[in-house]
């Protein structure tokens, strides 16, 4: 099955326009690989501010008209006015790795803890609203709690890989994807034209996958 590596951070309203075209890609049949690059992390973790605000909001809004996806009023006049929020991308990322290890759908979860910030008003580094998110999925607490623990020590090393893909595919922002062939080449896509567009973007993707088999193997029949 053909590979789609998605780079993006749960934080990142961009990664949030694209969820529809990752939710369609997986529906065409490519495999989905998410990785984490960690955007608001360590240094760069930012508490929310009326400056804050006013820099997410015209992407939101621009997001919105592009796409269609939500975002509610306990996002825009709660969560945006919550001083005392911290946005932090480890714990999201860290609670994607424990649905992964756990062999659940690190897709679909993530489009949870995209849809409880971005509509709902939760934030996404809210540990314990990451934890309820688990159980929706079926996960028991416990479990959870214990994979969530583990992926502490994996964070760093997770992060590390994802922008040194980033690197190696000449990509510069989240989110950014690529599409890997059976053998391992891995070349990277472009989504900007896409957003809104989920049937245009099947086409190109599958597109792009042909045309990169043809020049892996010239002698391949359509």
């Not at 860290?94 to 993530?110: F, N, S």
């Amino acid at each position: 099955m053909p590979i789609l590596h998605a780079i993006i951070d749960p934080l990142c309203g961009w990664c949030y326009a694209a969820a529809p075209l990752l939710d369609a890609a997986a529906k065409a049949g490519f495999t989905i690989k998410l990785h984490g690059g960690g955007m608001l992390t360590g240094s760069r973790r930012k508490q929310i501010d009326a400056n804050w605000r006013d820099y997410v909001m015209p992407h939101d809004l621009r997001i919105s008209e592009l796409t269609g996806q939500p975002f509610g009023e306990n996002y825009f006049n709660g969560l945006l006015r919550d001083t005392t929020i911290v946005l932090d991308s480890a714990p999201p990322i860290k609670a994607m790795l424990a649905i992964d290890a756990m062999g659940g759908d690190a897709l679909a979860y993530l489009h949870s803890v995209q849809l409880a910030h971005y509509r709902d008003g939760h934030s996404a580094s809210d540990e314990g609203h990451l934890a309820r998110l688990a159980t929706a999925q079926g996960f028991s607490p416990n479990a959870f709690a214990a994979q969530y623990t583990q992926a502490e020590g994996k964070l760093d090393e997770h992060i590390v890989e994802s922008r040194a893909r980033l690197n190696r595919i000449g990509a510069q922002g989240f989110p950014s994807m690529a599409i890997e062939t059976y053998d391992g080449k891995i070349t990277a896509i472009n989504i900007n034209r896409y957003y809104g567009q989920p049937e245009q973007w099947i086409s190109y993707l599958k597109t792009q996958f042909t045309r990169t088999l043809t020049i892996l193997n010239p002698n391949m029949t359509h």
